[in-house]
Structure formats: structure tokens, C-alpha cells
């Protein structure tokens, strides 16, 4: 019989024979099990350090100058300067000198003691060693330790903007900040409060069936009803069908040379050479040739050997080296998207400032020294972080490890797209965001509007621990309230590092690591937490309250998924694998997949505006067709074939001069 009110003793015990002598074994046996594989870990990783990586220690201590500002720090300081007293003596002296000073706390974690001292206190030399490098590459990571003339683990403080002293209320204006924290406070606990009373309100007049507050296991978690899913218009199909019937079947390639002859993206690629021998009008012909090989994946080669447009793989190979490169590609894609941007009607796409985020997992060469396997989806690769607006124009794409932060990721795109978009509302997956993700975006002046996979258990945080919590909430709010005396102390700092952030002196990932968990908190790091709290449960609360704020998330995000879609059938040459052996040939691929995904969006841009003229278009179009609008398809695309291009035949895009 179930029991679910008794106690483990009362209902548990009796039902296992041996009763509580039979749980209390099995569990001395799970925890002896445990200590022998961690003792396996233990002696595996210390002997693969032994026999090989050892040699290599001194050299690399010897090279590299090491310093640090922080004195919660100074333990792994010491170890590594024993270290290097110790270069020179043999690895055959198993154990330090005994008069030595080791410093063991901040730099030996604890389940390590019993490896590195024995039991007459001596310290064992391999795996003291061992324990030291991890404690260093753990504070390199959070950046409490630095490289000396280095550029991308150099101090922290260097990455701060020099002139932010002199130039404060500039920078403060900027980011449309306040230059008193006090008033920050008071406009975020003002924020707080009425997003908690909005969703009080919208629990308490939904309790029979809608969003409400319902107790799991004894826990009390929010019940958000399913948004259901959407029916798709027939009129869009319809428009596609409309489309196709207008202007055929396109090859793939004729839409990047259209896009080409109405935005000269072509002019934005510039020889690394003193000089240009060849015209223009060639190297223009070449150029669509090998960026169509190149956004395909089907290489070069399959292009000349595949086509019927005269020109040898040598000839594109060359064009290739010449002009192709990350710069060219960059400027060329800005070129598009702006001009993508400039054309659209906003009767049917709206003045968009929303976008979003994900990324894709592509294999890879293993030689690629950017190759990792990924733990989710398996098999080595790296992933492309898209930014796409909601109506499937691709702002920036990013070339990341598997294991890369998709928060620092998110914040670059925001920062860096280098084109026309203004974003100020910026949909992400679950892994795209965390509290210095709300924090930062809130001093930059963006919203960030995740998915969050376990929204159920997720707590309000009380603006004042004075403040009246609506009955109907009772369970969802935390009890610890918001720090604001460490926001205002530290006020000025996180102003100085999202400036940092928006100027670029810094990089969002390198600045995410330094205000990694573990170890001693950076009291900036302690700020940006809080303050990532407040802003977190504004919006927790309007998520829970509001089905549009829901529904347009979800939105937002299965635009970018549809944009992932049809990555998978634009590059297919080569199962999908990004070629190359170092990092810059493969963002070269992603660059041109992500050109020519942008021109077919343009291309598709002008044929359904063009069909869109009609007036008896115009009035089939419902809020719901505009709503599901999108360029992004592919059905009027010929992507496969014979490779042809002919610079003399147009298709008649309805463009007025």
C-alpha cells in the first residue's frame, strides 16, 4: 500500500529484507566504490603525467612569467615557484625537502590529500606537481593569475578602457545608465515589484486552468499550460506556390549572382596582392564560382570539373587565395544584410529589433586543433553560433569549440554584427543564458529573453525583504533578498566592464571567465551575480504572466532552428563536415554557407514582395500570414546539378531604379 505521507523509517525500512542493516550496507558499499575509482582516478592521471607530459613542466615555467594581483591567489604563486626550484633536481627524488614551506590550502584539493602528503607528512613531488598546474589553470581561467605580455590571458585590468576615468559621463550616456546607483537601485526594485504584481495578478485570475502554482512532490513549482502548436497558413504556401509558378525552379547559384548584381557584394573583396591583372568582370564570375563552392562544400575541384563555365580549377583556385578571405567575407555579408534590411517593406516584415540565437554542431577534421567531441550530440566537430532576426535575416555567425560559453557567444553577436539591425530584445536556447548573461545585458541596454529549461522550479527574488508577497505566489519567491549595498559599491565597476565589453577592449568570453564559479569570489563577480538575480526574476515574472512574452520566444527561437534547417541542405558537399586544418579555413566555410544562405534570403525577399504588389494578395494576406512570413524556403531552389553560370541572363525582380 502506498504511504506517502509516512516517514523512510515507518514505510522504506520494513519493505527491504534486513530492513535499515541491509540500506545502511548498501550504501557503506556505493560509498566504498566511489573511493576506489576516485583513488583509480587518482593513479591513472598521475602516471600519465610521469611518463610523458612531465618533461615538458620546467621548460614551460621557465617560458612563461606568471604573475597576480589577488592575494587569495598567492598559494599557487608559492607552489609554482617551488616548482621551478625544483626544475632542475632529478624526478628520481620522489619527495620535497622536508624544511620546505609548501603551501597545500587553495592548492591540493581535499580528496587529493591523501596522494600528495603521507603519513609522515612528506609531500609527494609528481602529484603535488599535478595539483598545482590544476589549481593554475583554474585561476588563469578566472584570470586571477596572468601571463605577462600576453594578449589574451594578460591582465585583467588592461582590458578596461583607459580613458573611462576621464571620459565617465560619455560612457554612462552611452550605455543609457544613470550615473547615480542609487537611482539604478531605485529603477530596477521599481521594475521588480510590479513585474511581481503583474504576475501575482495573472496567477490569481488563471488559477482554474491557466499558469498557477501547483505542488510536485511536495514542492511548489509553476504550471505553465502548453502554447499548443500553431497551425501554418495556407496562404504562405500558397505564395510559394505563387512564387515558383512566376519564376520557375531557380538554380542556387543564380541566387547569389542576382544578389551580386543588385548589392555589389562582389566589390567588398579586395586582393591580398599588390596588384589586380585580371578585369574586374572576371574576377567578379570567379569570385561567385568559388564562394558557391565554397558555401556548398562541394570544393573547388567539383566545381570547375562539374560546370559548363569555362574557367579551370587552377584560375579559382587562385581567386580563392587571392581575394577570399575572413575581412572580404565579413564586409561582403554586411553589404548584403544591410541591403536585405533597406528593402524590405515593413508592411509585411515590420521594423524588426529582435533576434535570435543557437548553434549547430558541423564536423570537422580531427587535425583541426578547434575539433572537439561534443558530449550531447557526439562524434568530433565544431559548433556556428547564428544570430538570425525573426524574419530570417542571419545578423552574425560565429566559429566556436563544442564546449565554448553560448553566453559569451550570445553578447559577441550582439555587440559585433557590423550591420544596420538595431537589437534590443535577444531570444536564446536555455544554455544561452545565466546571471552575468542578465546582467551585462541589462547594463548594455538589451533584453534577454531565454527559453529556460527548468522554468518550473525557478524563484522570484523580493526587491526589499520588508516588500508584501502576493498570497497566490506562496512557495515561488526566495527568501534571501537582493544584496544592493554590493550593486552600489561595485556600481562604477560593472559599468567599466560592459563599457569594456561594448568598446571591445575585452572579450565576452574571456571576461565571463574571470567571474567563474569556484574558488575565491571577485567581489565584482559577487555585484554582477546580484544584480543578474534582480533582472533574472523580471523576467521569470513576466514569463509566468504573460502568454505573448511566451509565444514570441518560442517564435523567435523556431526562426533560428528553421535557419539550422536549412544549413543542413545548403552544405551538403561532404556530409557536412567543415573542411580544413586550422581555424581560419574553416570560418572561411562558414562565412560563405552564411553569404549564401543571406542571398537567398534576398532573392526571396524581392519575389514575395513583388508577388505581395498585387492587390488581391494584399487582401488574402491576414495578421496571421504576416506573422508565419518568412523568406527563408527553399522549395523554388534547384541545389543540385550542373553547376552553370551565365553573367548575361537576369531574372526580372520587379526592382524600380
Not at 10 to 20: D, H, K, L, S, W
Request: hydrophobic share 40%.
Amino acid at each position: 500500500m502506498m504511504k506517502p505521507e509516512g516517514t523512510v523509517r515507518q514505510v522504506v525500512f520494513p519493505a527491504v529484507p534486513g530492513g535499515e542493516g541491509t540500506l545502511r550496507a548498501l550504501v557503506a558499499e556505493a560509498k566504498a566504490d566511489a573511493k576506489a575509482y576516485k583513488d583509480r582516478v587518482r593513479t591513472v592521471l598521475t602516471s600519465s603525467y610521469t611518463s610523458y607530459y612531465r618533461r615538458m613542466l620546467p621548460k614551460l615555467l621557465a617560458a612563461i612569467e606568471f604573475k597576480c594581483n589577488n592575494t587569495a591567489y598567492r598559494p599557487v604563486m608559492d607552489a609554482l615557484d617551488l616548482l621551478q626550484r625544483y626544475a632542475d633536481i632529478p624526478n628520481t627524488t620522489r619527495h620535497y625537502d622536508v624544511s620546505e614551506n609548501i603551501p597545500i590550502k587553495g592548492v591540493v584539493p581535499d580528496g587529493w590529500l591523501e596522494a600528495v602528503v603521507d603519513a609522515d607528512g612528506i609531500i609527494e613531488r609528481a602529484s603535488y606537481e599535478l595539483c598545482a598546474i590544476v589549481s593554475l589553470k583554474d585561476a588563469l581561467r578566472r584570470r586571477e593569475i596572468y601571463v605577462a605580455d600576453a594578449r589574451r590571458w594578460r591582465n585583467p585590468e588592461e582590458d578596461l578602457p583607459t580613458d573611462f576615468e576621464e571620459n565617465r559621463d560619455v560612457h554612462y550616456e552611452t550605455l543609457r545608465q544613470p550615473l547615480d546607483a542609487g537611482v539604478f537601485i531605485e529603477t530596477l526594485k521599481e521594475a521588480m515589484r510590479a513585474a511581481m504584481a503583474a504576475c501575482g495578478e495573472a496567477v490569481r485570475k488563471n488559477a482554474s486552468g491557466g499558469t498557477r502554482v501547483k505542488t510536485h512532490r511536495g514542492e511548489p513549482r509553476w504550471h505553465i499550460p502548453d502554447l499548443g502548436k500553431q497551425v501554418v497558413p495556407e496562404n504562405l504556401r500558397a505564395l510559394h506556390t505563387e512564387v515558383a509558378a512566376r519564376w520557375g525552379i531557380i538554380d542556387l547559384m543564380d541566387f547569389l549572382k542576382e544578389s551580386d548584381f543588385v548589392t555589389d557584394f562582389t566589390d567588398a573583396f579586395t586582393t591580398v596582392a599588390t596588384r589586380e591583372a585580371t578585369p574586374r568582370e572576371v574576377i567578379r564570375k570567379r569570385l561567385l564560382l568559388v564562394l558557391y563552392a565554397l558555401g556548398t562544400n562541394v570544393g573547388v575541384k567539383r566545381v570547375a570539373d562539374g560546370g559548363r563555365h569555362g574557367e579551370s580549377e587552377a584560375a579559382l583556385r587562385a581567386t580563392r587565395h587571392l581575394f577570399v578571405n575572413r575581412d572580404n567575407l565579413r564586409n561582403a555579408i554586411s553589404t548584403l544584410v544591410n541591403a536585405t534590411l533597406k528593402m524590405r517593406d515593413p508592411l509585411w516584415w515590420g521594423n524588426g529589433t529582435a533576434c535570435a540565437s543557437d548553434s549547430k554542431k558541423f564536423g570537422s577534421w580531427s587535425s583541426n586543433l578547434m575539433t572537439e567531441y561534443h558530449a550531447r550530440y557526439g562524434g568530433p566537430g565544431v559548433m556556428i553560433y547564428w544570430h538570425v532576426d525573426r524574419k530570417s535575416v542571419c545578423v552574425y555567425s560565429q566559429l566556436r569549440s563544442c564546449n565554448a560559453s553560448e553566453v559569451a557567444a550570445m553578447m559577441e553577436g550582439v555587440l559585433r554584427h557590423c550591420t544596420d539591425a538595431s537589437i534590443d530584445r535577444q531570444y536564446t536556447d536555455s544554455h544561452g543564458q545565466s546571471l552575468p548573461g542578465f546582467a551585462f545585458a541589462h547594463l548594455l541596454g538589451f533584453k534577454l529573453l531565454p527559453r529556460i529549461k527548468r522554468i518550473a522550479h525557478q524563484k522570484l527574488v523580493k526587491a526589499d525583504p520588508d516588500d508584501q508577497v502576493p498570497s497566490c505566489l506562496t512557495g515561488m519567491v526566495a527568501d534571501k533578498p537582493i544584496d544592493w549595498e554590493i550593486i552600489a559599491q561595485q556600481y562604477d565597476q560593472m559599468v567599466k566592464y560592459a563599457t569594456a565589453l561594448r568598446l571591445g577592449t575585452a572579450e565576452a568570453e574571456q571576461v565571463l571567465r574571470r567571474f567563474t564559479r569556484g574558488g575565491p569570489k571577485h567581489p565584482t563577480y559577487k555585484a554582477i551575480e546580484e544584480l543578474g538575480k534582480a533582472v533574472k526574476s523580471v523576467f521569470v515574472a513576466e514569463y509566468v504572466a504573460s502568454e505573448a512574452l511566451r509565444r514570441e520566444i518560442h517564435e523567435g527561437l523556431q526562426v533560428v532552428e528553421n535557419w539550422n534547417s536549412a544549413n543542413t541542405d545548403l552544405f551538403y558537399g561532404s556530409a557536412g563536415t567543415i573542411p580544413g586544418s586550422d581555424k581560419e579555413h574553416q570560418e572561411v566555410s562558414m562565412l560563405c554557407l552564411h553569404l549564401l544562405q543571406s542571398a537567398l534570403v534576398f532573392i526571396n525577399t524581392l519575389l514575395v514582395q513583388s508577388v505581395l504588389k498585387d492587390p488581391a494578395w494584399q487582401q488574402k494576406m491576414t495578421d496571421a500570414d504576416k506573422r508565419g512570413l518568412s523568406p527563408l524556403f527553399w522549395s523554388n531552389a534547384n541545389l543540385y546539378g550542373t553547376i552553370d553560370i551565365d553573367m548575361g541572363r537576369r531574372l526580372d525582380l520587379g526592382l524600380t531604379a
